[in-house]
């Protein structure tokens, strides 16, 4: 193993902890929202899985840009640890969140946090394909496809942040916000299938 695979594998090493430490935080802020330990508030579940969910989402494309995209270089290093930051951060505001839904200004750090850890990503994707010359056509058309859903969804959460930030509290932000995941969802479907067709060789 050369020095420059040693330190990518610490360094994808300590995410992982830092992740799982993360999501352990989850875990402990759902118990303590407990009625008498018996029971457990339901914003708080759904606060927990929707958190749960992205970080995991955010894992896994973390892992993908180590195992062929990223190079120990000095930029990337320096977002990386600003993404672990953000990561760490965004499980802080989401037990804010899970204990007071209306407040405007936990839901912008929420919603924000968010799209800068996708955006890290995407620009972490991007240097990784600029630099990437010894890059198999598999590796790139993989990092292509992560560079395309990571702008894609940094995007999604910086409209809901917009929503959060810049409309009048109202009824119905939180119904324009579940409107907006849910085409972001049926867009995220139409850009897999696109992006799987380019990848398939043509004879």
């Known amino acids: 193993m050369t020095g420059e695979e040693r330190t990518i594998h610490r360094l994808e090493a300590f995410s992982d902890i830092v992740i799982g430490f993360s999501l352990a935080q989850l875990g402990v802020s759902l118990l303590r929202r407990t009625d008498g330990g018996t029971v457990i508030d339901v914003a708080g579940i759904l606060a927990f899985l929707f958190a749960f969910g992205i970080i995991c989402s955010l894992w896994f494309f973390h892992h993908r840009l180590f195992a062929a995209l990223f190079k120990p270089k000095t930029l990337p290093m320096l977002l990386n640890f600003a993404w672990l ?42 240097i990784g394909l600029r630099d990437g ?21 940094a995007i999604v959460f910086a409209v809901c942040f917009a929503i959060v930030a810049f409309l009048p509290p109202a009824a119905f932000a939180g119904d324009l916000i579940s409107a907006t995941f ?13 992006l799987r067709r380019r990848a398939v060789p043509t004879t």
């Not at 760490?88 to 929420?110: C, G, H, T």
């Not at 056509?137 to 702008?151: H, I, K, P, S």
Request: negative net charge; proline residues 0%.
């Open 85 to 126: 930051a953000g990561v760490v951060m965004l499980v802080v505001v989401a037990q804010k969140v899970a204990e007071n839904w209306s407040d405007a200004r936990i839901d912008e750090m929420y919603f924000g946090l968010y799209a800068f850890s996708y955006g890290i990503l995407a620009v972490q994707a991007a």
């Open 133 to 153: 010359a010894d890059l198999s056509q598999e590796q790139r058309l993989g990092g292509e496809r992560q560079l395309a859903f990571m702008r894609y969804w």
């Open 182 to 194: 849910a085409a972001a969802g049926a867009g995220s479907f139409v850009i897999g299938r696109i």
